[in-house]
């Protein structure tokens, strides 16, 4: 790191850096003294910083007292999972979006899905066209865009009802659909022809065409996209895409699987 860029990093995180890869390096449970002896911490911030990583459930304490002991939480395996998971799907993505997307012409995502959300994870923009502002990480909404229709309708009716219990369906468009009775009935359509059509639901303007990937296990991780405006697609344009799209995707499901 550059001298001048050190004061962007966070003491309290570095400690609690330190102190996952002490625990994660001894290979036993740790007491605090262990641990702050380690990280060259005092014992109360060591504690602090340890209690925190409790709370969240990244470490998971045992016994009492000074001979209380930490060991690292299920939390890490958790993110290590999703981290794995989504770098996997990406690295074999990428060579699918670059065939829609040159196929097509439209821009091309893949998208996991995470903790009830559509979790961008890699992206084919389409040269010399329209740049979309979708970036890495970002979270799709599951009831108007195409990736996240794609994955819901995956899902039985009573997961979907759940999940619009949970988070409910939020506005974004004119055209966003906001009764889950709507919502299901439209997803049975996605079921059927195989991919889900974002008509300006989630941006004015935009239209989203999705279509589920599965792994090897069966599982529905995700989905990819393509993506354009709504000014140069007639009704026929995006059945052909939606076909084109629900190609790459039975494609790429077909390679996860002999992953």
Not at 29 to 46: D, N, P, R, W, Y
Not at 97 to 103: A, C, F, G, M
Not at 123 to 141: H, N, S, T, W, Y
Request: net charge neutral.
């Amino acid at each position: 790191m550059a001298p001048n860029e050190s004061r962007y990093r966070v003491q309290s995180l570095d400690r609690a850096i330190d102190a996952l890869e002490v625990i994660k390096d001894a290979g036993k449970g740790l007491t605090v003294t262990e641990v702050a002896a380690q990280i060259g911490a005092s014992k109360s911030a060591t504690f602090a910083t340890l209690y925190t990583l409790v709370e969240r459930g990244f470490v998971i304490s045992d016994g009492q007292g000074a001979g209380r002991v930490y060991r690292l939480g299920f939390a890490l395996a958790l993110l290590g999972h999703h981290a794995l998971a989504q770098t996997s799907l990406r690295d074999a993505a990428m060579p699918f979006l670059r065939s829609l997307t040159e196929q097509t012409g439209l821009s091309s995502r893949v998208a996991a899905y995470q903790n009830d959300a559509a979790v961008i994870v890699g992206q084919v923009d389409a040269p010399g066209q329209v740049r979309f502002d979708l970036k890495m990480g970002d979270r799709e909404l599951l009831h108007c865009t195409g990736v996240g229709k794609a994955i819901l309708a995956q899902l039985p009716d009573s997961r979907v009802g759940e999940i619009v219990s949970d988070s409910g369906l939020p506005r974004r468009t004119s055209r966003t659909i906001t009764d889950v009775d709507d919502l299901i009935a439209s997803l049975a359509e996605v079921r059927q022809r195989g991919y889900a059509v974002d008509r300006e639901e989630d941006a004015e303007g935009i239209v989203c065409i999705g279509a589920p990937v599965w792994d090897h296990r069966r599982s529905n991780v995700g989905a990819i996209s393509a993506t354009g405006l709504r000014v140069s697609m007639q009704e026929k344009d995006i059945h052909r895409l939606g076909e084109a799209v629900r190609s790459h995707a039975q494609r790429l499901s077909r390679h996860l699987e002999g992953l």
